[in-house]
């Protein structure tokens, strides 16, 4: 895995973005050629802060993907399996994930894969761990019996064939679950521990997420910033990868 | 961009590159319209899976709900207190030349005049809808007969009237018909004022306060009997008294019905109001200020004597008075010079002037879910403005209908 430490949430978030951009130009995806991107699940859609209004407020809105290219998991739909099993086949439909993109929970869950989910998992209803209810109890008016105890969400299986796979982690509160995810072994206690069976993984953390880790370890990522910040700089743009696909180099990778 | 709209084929327009007037401030946000109606993205992204047609590329402009005048007697050489033959073309001369001040709708304003003028101007105004032909007319405002003698204003005296003798079908008889009659303005300490007013808001028309010396009780009573307009507020009526605010008092009275506010009109020109007293209205109630122009048959003309209803009228620079006397009538101010001078006289924010233009006077005819704002599903009548507030295209119904030309007419 490559281990990214930033100083903070700004620095880490933009680092993220910008690995992300350099991914896609280099991909040079076009029509035919999708840059299929994936990204965790979230509330139901009815919700006023729901997973739509909030793609849409920060993602869709100021990029120019075309409506049909975007793929939701729908938490209305009448058969829920059908439905979890219909993604699984539109993501083979478009040829993979390319890179996933994701957070980890204070218990170490990717995506609502809670504690105990298999590491082979694919896209499927899951029942809500009660720190995950609490956790998104905040969008419902902090009514506990308001919040959704249920979830569609993408497995554990499902993110590992993804290509890539991106996870963001910053603050304190997460620190113990990125020690679970990179220094313990592999776990379905802590699902994002099954990344390290991954053969490309990108850890992006500011300091306080790292306030679990050993120092060794902490050091040793922290002086390979150099080499891993020649992902982001140069910061490439789809008019310049015009002209420099001949030359283009294939991303420095473990 | 090719798209897929299951609801409907017309084209989809998104204006980018724009702040738009939304949720009371400026936002960095996209403009989608489609057929003639501001479009909610969200849905269409998600419900339809559908895209933008056409793409406009704003330049950073500021874009804003069309301005909507409420009190405007007229413009451009066009008096309509006159009962003309061609009075048909003259109402159409102005609403189409007002698109450049940035109204999108208008109320066209008669003043007191005699029963004959009413009976032969009314049936001329119809409510319609605005477009490339001019701004949408949304009914008369009849601003007298029914007035103070000692507050006409420029008002002619042998016109005034009252209707103690039959209320309601006094008036009823005077106007001849109410059927395009959006407000009306009246005294309310005039006998039996109260009946006149339940009887106009029962049948949805606004009834206005003004040229009146009514004193506070007796304007809070006509509120609870259904009245919500102020007609230019301190003008032609008794000045503010701490023992007695008169009908200035309304905008801190607690006798207001809960769930009603009272809107109040201003002529932000710089002359009919200081300063000061404006800014006074405005930090005592900002949320029912409503801008109206006022204007007057030589708005738009050069300086000189104009006509307005039965009496003449002279114009010098922005000063217009009875000709020959010291006595205001009317203003030529525009409505894009209001918004201007309002913002800059008060110091208050670009939205707070804007909304003063439009949402207000909306909110106060009741029909804000159409028009006055930017929410999904309005009517799409907007303006861009640059950042100093000059309009520099308008809008009515998603189509541009007037556009600031490189010569700056």
Redo the contacts between chains.
């Keep these: 895995m490559k281990l990214i430490i930033l100083d903070n949430y700004s620095q880490a978030s933009e680092w993220a973005a910008k690995y992300i951009r350099n991914r896609i130009v280099h991909f040079g995806p076009g029509p035919g050629r999708f840059f299929t991107l994936g990204l965790p699940t979230g509330l139901p859609r009815d919700h006023p802060e729901s997973y739509h209004s909030f793609m849409w407020n920060n993602f869709f809105k100021h990029i120019d993907i075309l409506p049909e290219n975007v793929h939701i998991l729908d938490g209305n739909a009448p058969d829920l399996q059908a439905e979890c099993d219909a993604f699984e086949e539109k993501i083979k439909a478009a040829g993979g994930i390319e890179l996933f993109v994701g957070g980890i929970g204070p218990d170490g869950h990717i995506a609502f894969n809670e504690p105990g989910s298999s590491l082979v998992s694919r896209t499927r209803v899951k029942t809500l761990a009660m720190d995950t209810i609490l956790a998104n109890a905040r969008f419902f008016d902090g009514d506990l019996s308001k919040v959704p105890t249920m979830a569609l969400t993408v497995g554990v299986g499902t993110v590992m064939d993804a290509r890539e796979v991106m996870i963001l982690i910053t603050g304190a509160h997460k620190a113990f679950a990125l020690y679970k995810a990179i220094e313990d072994g592999v776990n379905h206690m802590w699902t994002v521990s099954a990344f390290q069976q991954h053969p490309n993984t990108v850890f992006v953390c500011d300091e306080d997420a790292t306030l679990e880790l050993k120092v060794k370890t902490v050091k040793y990522f922290k002086g390979l910033m150099l080499v891993h910040n020649k992902l982001v700089e140069p910061l490439y743009s789809m008019k310049e990868m015009g002209a420099e696909r001949s030359q283009s180099k294939k991303p420095y990778s473990d | 961009?090719p798209s897929?709209k299951s609801v409907s084929d017309a084209p989809i327009v998104q204006f980018t590159n724009c702040r738009i007037l939304r949720g009371h401030q400026l936002q960095r946000e996209?403009l989608w319209v489609r057929e003639g109606k501001i479009l909610n993205?969200?849905k269409?992204?998600?419900d339809?899976?559908?895209?933008a047609d056409v793409q406009v590329d704003c330049k950073d402009s500021i874009i804003t709900p069309g301005f909507i005048d409420v009190q405007i007697n007229g413009g451009f050489g066009v008096d309509f207190s006159l009962a003309t033959d061609d009075f048909k073309s003259g109402i159409d001369l102005v609403s189409q030349k007002i698109l450049s001040h940035g109204v999108t709708s208008f109320c066209p304003t008669l003043v007191t005049s005699p029963p004959s003028v009413y009976h032969q101007v009314l049936p001329q105004i119809s409510v319609r809808n605005g477009g490339a032909h001019g701004a949408g007319i949304l009914g008369a405002h009849l601003e007298g007969p029914f007035i103070s003698k000692e507050k006409k204003g420029a008002h002619p005296e042998h016109c005034l009237r009252t209707f103690e003798a039959g209320a309601f079908q006094d008036l009823l008889a005077t106007y001849g018909s109410l059927d395009c009659v959006r407000i009306v303005t009246l005294a309310p300490e005039m006998r039996r004022s109260s009946e006149v007013i339940r009887e106009l808001t029962k049948r949805g028309i606004c009834v206005s306060l003004g040229h009146s010396v009514a004193n506070l009780s007796q304007a809070e009573e006509a509120v609870q009997h259904g009245a919500t307009f102020i007609t230019h507020l301190f003008n032609a009526m008794l000045p503010f008294h701490h023992r007695d605010p008169g009908i200035v008092g309304l905008l801190t009275s607690d006798k207001i019905p809960a769930g009603r506010r009272v809107f109040y009109g201003m002529i932000s020109d710089g002359i009919h109001t200081n300063p000061a007293a404006l800014r006074i209205a405005h930090r005592a109630h900002p949320k029912g200020l409503v801008l109206v122009t006022d204007a007057i048959a030589g708005m738009g003309l050069a300086p000189g004597r104009h006509t307005l209803g039965q009496q003449v009228v002279e114009i010098d620079g922005l000063n217009t008075y009875i000709a020959g006397t010291k006595t205001l009538s009317g203003s030529v101010a525009t409505m894009d010079t209001c918004v201007r001078h309002f913002q800059e006289a008060t110091g208050c924010s670009v939205e707070t002037a804007l909304e003063a233009a439009s949402l207000h006077p909306a909110q106060l005819l009741g029909i804000e879910r159409k028009k006055g704002t930017l929410n999904y599903d309005s009517d799409a009548d907007f303006l861009i403005l640059n950042d100093n507030l000059y309009v520099q295209a308008t809008y009515i119904a998603g189509k541009e209908v007037w556009r600031q030309d490189a010569s700056g007419m």
């Design positions: 961009m897929n996209d993205p969200e269409l992204f998600f339809e899976k559908g895209s």
